[in-house]
């Protein structure tokens, strides 16, 4: 069965603090990479996404690097704030799958 | 702006019962999903839908049926509602082609009593 592992399971980072979380895939075939943000009581929402043409993708204060020969990615949220706190998933589909496969999530707290 | 649409946010119902969750896309999705959401679970495939009238199952389909009669809705039956099918109900919807966004609706938090 296609697996993301995903870690940490929970995170907790002061204001100001680096958050990173980390996902590492075995089929070489995935060829999309998105990282969800998800609030409670609400749905996962689409944060930023890669491809494995790059090695990285920067947007605001969210970072995806992307290593593909050790088949990881993960994602540097710069400059944590208490808004940022919700669960994050990661993903990765092919173009030739119906489903996307996702990690099990972190739970990320930033501390004021 | 684009929108997955569940019919319940809360919905609570007792053991036994026939629960059916809606859920409604206006993007003209293809794929259409079904997960349940558990802490330290992550998001688990109940059933997904490729077009209408087709179904597959997912990871974990024991206890659930779906329906799917026009391409905006997917619907998600729970025949005999128990308690271990208290969970968060998230419908999602995709286009066809495997590397793209998938949208989520805002979920039903479900609890069988």
């Known amino acids: 069965q296609q697996q993301v592992k995903q870690s940490p399971q929970s995170l907790i980072v002061q204001k100001g603090g680096i958050s990173i979380i980390n996902c590492a895939y075995e089929?070489?075939?995935?060829?999309?990479f998105p990282w969800y943000q998800q609030f409670p009581g609400k749905g996962p929402a689409l944060l930023i996404a890669i491809r494995p043409d790059v090695s990285e993708k920067k947007e605001g204060r969210f970072t995806i690097s992307f290593n593909k020969s050790a088949k990881q990615f993960s994602l540097h949220i710069m400059d944590s704030q208490p808004g940022d706190s919700a669960t994050y998933f990661c993903?990765?589909?092919?173009?030739?799958?119906?489903?996307?496969?996702f990690g099990r999530g972190t739970s990320l707290i930033v501390h004021p | 702006d684009v929108k997955v649409t569940q019919s319940s946010r809360y919905l609570v119902k007792r053991t036994g019962e026939k629960v059916f969750l809606e859920c409604v896309q206006d993007m003209d999705h293809e794929n259409m999903f079904w997960y349940r959401q558990d802490p330290g679970l992550g998001l688990r495939l109940i059933y997904f839908s490729y077009d209408v009238k087709m179904k597959e199952k997912g990871d974990i389909p024991e206890g659930y049926s779906v329906s799917r009669e026009k391409k905006e809705r997917f619907s998600l039956i729970l025949e005999s509602a128990s308690t271990n099918q208290t969970s968060m109900y998230l419908c999602?919807?995709?286009?066809?082609?495997?590397?793209?966004?998938?949208?989520f609706g805002q979920g039903t938090r479900l609890t069988v009593v």
């Open positions: 993903a990765a589909s092919t173009g030739g799958s119906y489903i996307p496969t």
């Open positions: 089929n070489t075939a995935f060829d999309y």
């Open positions: 999602a919807s995709r286009e066809l082609g495997g590397s793209t966004e998938a949208f």
